[in-house]
């Protein structure tokens, strides 16, 4: 056992759902992995993975709004895990954190919030930003996702607008279908460069799409990234520590 970790019995087991999409679940996986203090594979935690790439479409659903409702199927695999032997639940996807209400009242399990854990970073960031830029989905933008309680702890969230949204939805679909290129790592790089010149003081990637490519220059502006928040408190609530 490595020192300063609890038993590894005594460790929660994770239950994730996945499979949106897939390459930022493995990736979050990994990160997990490459975060535990470990000299054997039992200082490792236990995680349970539904990896569902068949989760209905969150963009056709909020942004199109021509596409199913993904809760029930939600419902279903957060169930899934309990009955599986999970112990608490993420879901490395910040736009399906929209119908997490839902899914928390339908599965009395702990189930980490991916928005909770941004702002809560935020508020302890030294100097504390005032204007934070988020790259997400534009349906974050559209549903207000983080807008609540990032203005309720005093910080005013902005986003790509106009070509920049549409420039953003094309890298994400591009991840998506790995067809990611130079092209799309420049539009992202001219969409971070423009929140920027607009004030911004702090980045939040809030699209695991966009975790899983390389990282914007942010021109010594602090970037956070949700994925790397989720699988540090993953680690913690798993009952291991650094």
């Not at 499979?19 to 679940?25: D, I, S, V």
Request: some cysteine; overall charge negative.
């Amino acid at each position: 056992m490595t020192t300063g970790q609890s038993p590894s019995g005594a460790r929660k087991t994770l239950g994730l759902l996945g499979g949106m999409g897939p390459e930022a679940t493995v990736e979050l996986m990994r990160r997990v992995v490459a975060a535990t203090p470990a000299r054997d594979d039992a200082d490792h935690i236990r995680m349970l993975v539904d990896n569902n790439p068949q989760v209905p479409s969150r963009i056709k659903h909020l942004i199109e709004g021509t596409g199913e409702d993904p809760t029930a199927v939600l419902v279903g695999m957060a169930e899934g895990l309990k009955q599986a032997g999970a112990d608490f639940l993420a879901m490395p996807c910040n736009t399906a954190h929209w119908y997490l209400p839902a899914v928390r009242e339908a599965v009395d399990l702990l189930f980490l919030d991916m928005i909770d854990l941004s702002v809560r970073y935020l508020q302890n960031s030294t100097p504390q930003p005032k204007t934070v830029a988020l790259l997400a989905s534009p349906a974050v933008r559209k549903v207000g996702l983080f807008d609540q309680r990032l203005k309720a702890a005093g910080f005013t969230p902005v986003y790509a607008d106009g070509r920049e949204e549409e420039a953003i939805l094309q890298v994400i679909r591009a991840v998506k279908a790995k067809t990611c290129g130079q092209l799309e790592q420049d539009a992202y790089q001219a969409v971070t460069d423009g929140l920027r010149e607009r004030g911004a003081d702090a980045f939040l990637i809030a699209c695991t799409e966009l975790s899983v490519i390389e990282l914007p220059a942010t021109e010594n502006i602090p970037l956070a990234d949700t994925l790397d928040l989720l699988a540090a408190e993953i680690l913690r609530t798993a009952g291991v520590e650094g």
